[in-house]
């Protein structure tokens, strides 16, 4: 993608390995943040942490797609992002997970940590994150840290009520998918 004035921290495409390392070490650190608090209360915090972090930047696969190439360089000079990278697409994958798990909380993790990515990425510009309803291109850097913590405080809440669920429907369910207790 191309560096953005007004954002500082994006790649680099000049240098397409250490944006792809940038790329994938940033997008799990905000995703670990989105959803810290359930990964917190989980019994398997290891575990889901890394699951997280490498969630954070799964979304990025369209590049290669989009590009029809493994070529680091060619994803880094696309003239934007591939319109998965947008609401829509990540609500989809949200009532995808909702539909295969069962459980609200691996479906609300699925959408945080992809909405956490879409800001970051926003923020720089170049992306159509409310496609296919806008031609939005981009969002103000200010609602990336916004968001995040946005998304963090609704992790917080919803991991808080999980953990609330009384003790019998908390030894029925099956202990998969970001459970928590």
Do not use: K
């Not at 670990?32 to 209360?41: E, G, K, N, S, Y």
């Not at 909405?115 to 309803?133: K, N, Q, R, S, T």
């Not at 609602?143 to 019998?168: D, E, H, K, M, Y």
């Amino acid at each position: 993608m191309s560096p953005y004035q007004a954002w500082p921290f994006l790649s680099d495409p000049n240098h397409p390995f250490l944006s792809a390392v940038w790329a994938v070490g940033i997008h799990g650190c905000i995703a670990l943040v989105a959803i810290a608090p359930i990964i917190w209360r989980s019994r398997h915090r290891l575990a889901y942490g890394a699951l997280t972090f490498v969630g954070g930047s799964i979304l990025d696969l369209d590049h290669f797609v989009a590009a029809g190439s493994l070529s680091l360089h060619t994803i880094e000079t696309l003239s934007g992002r591939p319109d998965t990278h947008s609401l829509i697409f990540v609500a989809g994958l949200a009532a995808l997970t909702l539909l295969l798990t069962r459980r609200w909380l691996a479906a609300w993790a699925v959408f945080a940590v992809n909405v956490a990515h879409l800001l970051f990425d926003a923020a720089g510009g170049h992306e159509h994150i409310l496609y296919p309803f806008s031609s939005l291109d981009g969002l103000p850097w200010l609602l990336c840290p916004l968001g995040t913590l946005a998304l963090l405080g609704i992790s917080a809440v919803i991991s808080a009520a999980a953990q609330r669920s009384s003790p019998a429907r908390i030894a029925t369910e099956r202990p998969d998918a970001l459970a928590v207790g």
